[in-house]
């Protein structure tokens, strides 16, 4: 085999290790810990429930689901519900969701923040006091940058927020520390600084590929270095 080859490969495989360690580091990190926490502990199961047992029966929906569906442009789905002690029915289309007071038919009232707050401890599911809700008209990237909503922040270990629909009361999401702890580590594994979301973006693509030949590299390496083994258990011993 041509020397000229290992000669290059060391050299590549030298730069490109100091290229790389820094990113394979967070990528072997990063893996041991996405992988050590479990994802019912990411999405907050153990914090905050996102549904709650409908105390009504079908009898105590009174409205006309007729007359509710006429207010709507091509419905897609309809739901019935509750917000605290109000059943509720929801009609869904292209636009989004649309609730309305289950007994007399009117569109749900936007909940006040102490209605807001109320459900929000409804949905929790530990010891913890609300340190303050604020109302948003856009959220942060951890809740998907949605409009309208309201942010409720508890005093727990895990900094647990709940975020809610202003329009309809419902929980959208739980956020702790624990799932931004994961959401960092998902940033750096995937190399998407901005939405955390583009797992095919083109500096991951090119750190991967990098990364291939940083191994190959290393085995042309350690093909050298079989092959010197070799030639020194060969020489005759004086």
């Given at each position: 085999?041509?020397?000229?080859?290992?000669?290059?490969?060391?050299?590549?495989?030298?730069?490109?290790?100091?290229?790389?360690?820094?990113?394979?580091?967070?990528?072997?990190?990063?893996?041991?810990i996405m992988?050590?926490?479990?994802?019912?502990?990411?999405?907050?199961?153990?914090?905050?429930?996102?549904?709650?047992?409908?105390?009504?029966?079908?009898?105590?929906?009174?409205?006309?689901v007729d007359?509710?569906?006429a207010q709507?442009?091509?419905?897609?789905?309809?739901?019935?519900?509750?917000?605290?002690?109000?059943?509720?029915?929801?009609?869904?289309?292209?636009?989004?969701?649309?609730?309305?007071?289950?007994?007399?038919?009117?569109?749900?009232?936007?909940?006040?923040?102490?209605?807001?707050?109320?459900?929000?401890?409804?949905?929790?599911?530990?010891?913890?006091?609300?340190?303050?809700?604020?109302?948003?008209?856009?959220?942060?990237?951890?809740?998907?940058?949605?409009?309208?909503?309201?942010?409720?922040?508890?005093?727990?270990?895990?900094?647990?927020?709940?975020?809610?629909?202003?329009?309809?009361?419902?929980?959208?999401?739980?956020?702790?520390?624990?799932?931004?702890?994961?959401?960092?580590?998902?940033?750096?594994?995937?190399?998407?600084?901005?939405?955390?979301?583009?797992?095919?973006?083109?500096?991951?693509?090119?750190?991967?590929?990098?990364?291939?030949?940083?191994?190959?590299?290393?085995?042309?390496?350690?093909?050298?270095?079989?092959?010197?083994?070799?030639?020194?258990?060969?020489?005759?011993?004086?």
């Open positions: 085999m041509d020397k000229r080859i290992f000669k290059h490969a060391r050299k590549f495989h030298k730069w490109l290790g100091y290229l790389l360690a820094l990113q394979i580091f967070a990528w072997l990190l990063g893996g041991l992988s050590a926490i479990p994802l019912e502990k990411v999405h907050g199961k153990h914090l905050a429930a996102r549904q709650l047992n409908n105390p009504f029966k079908q009898a105590d929906y009174l409205a006309s007359n509710i569906v709507i442009t091509q419905p897609r789905q309809i739901s019935y519900s509750h917000f605290l002690t109000i059943p509720t029915i929801i009609v869904s289309n292209s636009n989004g969701e649309y609730s309305f007071n289950g007994v007399t038919g009117s569109p749900l009232v936007a909940p006040s923040k102490a209605q807001i707050i109320a459900n929000a401890q409804a949905h929790l599911l530990i010891n913890a006091q609300v340190t303050d809700a604020i109302k948003l008209a856009k959220g942060t990237r951890e809740v998907g940058f949605k409009e309208n909503i309201w942010q409720v922040n508890f005093d727990d270990t895990f900094n647990t927020t709940l975020y809610l629909s202003a329009d309809s009361g419902q929980v959208i999401t739980v956020r702790s520390t624990i799932w931004r702890i994961f959401d960092f580590f998902w940033m750096l594994h995937i190399m998407d600084y901005d939405q955390r979301e583009d797992f095919n973006n083109p500096l991951l693509i090119s750190f991967a590929a990098s990364s291939i030949l940083f191994c190959l590299t290393g085995f042309i390496l350690l093909l050298q270095n079989i092959r010197f083994r070799k030639r020194t258990s060969r020489r005759p011993s004086s």
